[in-house]
Each structure stands twice: as structure tokens, then as C-alpha cells.
T-cell receptor
Framework: GQQLNQSPQSMFIQEGEDVSMNCTSS?????WLWYKQEPGEGPVLLIA?????ELTSNGRLTAQFGITRKDSFLNISASIPSDVGIYFC???????????FGTGTRLKVLA | EPEVTQTPSHQVTQMGQEVILRCVPI?????FYWYRQILGQKVEFLVS????????KSEIFDDQFSVERPDGSNFTLKIRSTKLEDSAMYFC??????????FGPGTRLTVT
């Protein structure tokens, strides 16, 4: 079935460093969503992207909708300890409300 | 700020028993969803619901599962005869009219 692959699978970084992660698909998406999940909690929506090439920020987070529409990128600047969690990309299959979630990037920040 | 709520937070049930998980979506949303997340794995789509009927479902959502919106606020997921492999976190979400989906805190289902 349809899969969204995220890389890296996990990251260990120092506080203050910038972080980049990406999400790729074999088929086109018209909407990309980025979520953060902390242990024992539900995913929290960070950023939504609707147009190819779109760049959207939410505080220290910036996400981009890839121009091929088959990928998306999330950057976190000046990471802090509370950025720890799993970051998921997601999107609805074209023309549907059936959402696919990525495999996740686990982020750990060392103080 | 409006949020999705779910009850109970943790449900323990015996194999073969029926279980109902409950959700109250965000009040002006139009689309409702259930997802499953087995520990340490990715979030898996189960079903989407719009205008009082299922709009899409995954291959996981077989005849053992059903959803209902019994009134104007609640949205439920029923598992008729639970199996050990149904143990997971179950998340409710809502959206609409756009595609931005908001999740509840989840119900941890443990089948023994």
C-alpha cells in the first residue's frame, strides 16, 4: 500500500542545533501535514501545507511542500529540550479523506 | 481552544469481549476519524466518517469494527470481539471542511 518514508529514522542533537528531516512518497500528495507526538499523547498538528513550493513557518519550525509534490521537509531551528518527540508527516490520498502517516523521525535533544 | 476528547484513557478487556471507545470531536468539524497506533509504530488509518456514514476505511477496519455517531456530539468505535492483537492506542481525530486534522489524547486498549 501507499507509504510515506521519513528520514532520518532518529536523530540525537545538541541543544541549539538546527534539525532537518524529510518525508518522501512514491505518489503525489496535494496536502502535507506535519505532526509532533510525545510519549503517551496524541499527535499535535504543527504545520499544514497546501501548495507545491509553499514554505510555511510556525515559530522555530519551517516546513516546505516539495515542488514535485512527492516530498516535504521540516526544519527546526535552535532546538531546545522540549522539541524531543516523534515527528510525523501525513497527508490524505488524493481525492479522499484517507490519511497516510509517515514512518516518523524520533528526535532527542541533549542539553 | 476547542479540542478532541476521548474516554476512557485506558481500557482493559478480555479477549472476545466487546469494547466501545468514545470520542467528542471538535464541535464544528465535519469529518471524523479513528486511527490505531501499536506501541512504537506509526499511526495507522482505520476509518473516516462524514455525513453519518463511512467515507473511507482501511483493510484493518474489518467486520469486527464499527463506528457510530449516536448524537450530535459523540463518535464511537466498537470492536465486537477483541483479539490480543487489537491492543494498541486508539486515536480519534476530526477535521473539516479543510484537511487539517486534530487528534484526541487517545485510549490505550489492552486485551488480555
Amino acid at each position: 500500500g501507499q507509504q510515506l518514508n521519513q528520514s532520518p529514522q532518529s536523530m540525537f542533537i545538541q541543544e541549539g542545533e538546527d534539525v532537518s528531516m524529510n518525508c518522501t512518497s512514491s505518489s503525489i500528495f496535494n496536502t502535507w501535514l506535519w505532526y509532533k507526538q510525545e510519549p503517551g499523547e496524541g499527535p499535535v498538528l504543527l504545520i499544514a501545507l497546501y501548495k507545491a513550493g509553499e514554505l510555511t513557518s510556525n515559530g522555530r519550525l519551517t516546513a516546505q511542500f516539495g515542488i514535485t509534490r512527492k516530498d516535504s521537509f521540516l526544519n527546526i531551528s535552535a532546538s531546545i529540550p522540549s522539541d524531543v518527540g516523534i515527528y510525523f508527516c501525513a497527508g490524505p490520498l488524493s481525492g479522499t479523506y484517507k490519511y497516510i502517516f509517515g514512518t516518523g523521525t524520533r528526535l532527542k535533544v541533549l542539553a | 481552544e476547542p479540542e478532541v476528547t476521548q474516554t476512557p484513557s485506558h481500557q482493559v478487556t478480555q479477549m472476545g469481549q466487546e469494547v466501545i471507545l468514545r470520542c467528542v470531536p471538535i464541535s464544528n468539524h465535519l469529518y471524523f476519524y479513528w486511527y490505531r497506533q501499536i506501541l512504537g509504530q506509526k499511526v495507522e488509518f482505520l476509518v473516516s466518517f462524514y455525513n453519518n456514514e463511512i467515507s473511507e476505511k482501511s483493510e484493518i477496519f474489518d467486520d469486527q469494527f464499527s463506528v457510530e455517531r449516536p448524537d450530535g456530539s459523540n463518535f464511537t468505535l466498537k470492536i465486537r470481539s477483541t483479539k490480543l492483537e487489537d491492543s494498541a492506542m486508539y486515536f480519534c481525530a476530526s477535521s473539516g471542511p479543510g484537511y487539517e486534522q486534530y487528534f484526541g489524547p487517545g485510549t490505550r486498549l489492552t486485551v488480555t
